[in-house]
């Protein structure tokens, strides 16, 4: 996946987090575990981002 894709997916997860997150609040969520994934692949997508952006920046010291 290129850089921009894994911008776009992480905001797509992060909209529907929201989403969830905003649900849940008001009732309970229909599938909790979904919650948990998402909040997941976030973590996951960001911590991938910022190991690129550290080996790019040791690459051009």
């Known amino acids: 996946m290129s850089d921009q894709d894994i911008r776009i997916k992480l905001m797509e997860l992060k909209k529907e ?3 969830s997150n905003a ?7 229909k599938s ?5 994934y998402m909040k997941r692949m976030v973590s996951r997508i960001m911590t991938l981002t910022d190991e690129k952006s550290k080996s ?3 690459v051009k010291k």
Not at 23 to 29: D, I, L, R, W, Y
């Open 17 to 19: 987090l929201m989403k």
């Open 56 to 58: 790019k920046k040791e």
């Open 32 to 36: 909790p575990g979904k919650i948990k």
């Open 23 to 29: 649900k849940a609040g008001v009732s309970a969520p």
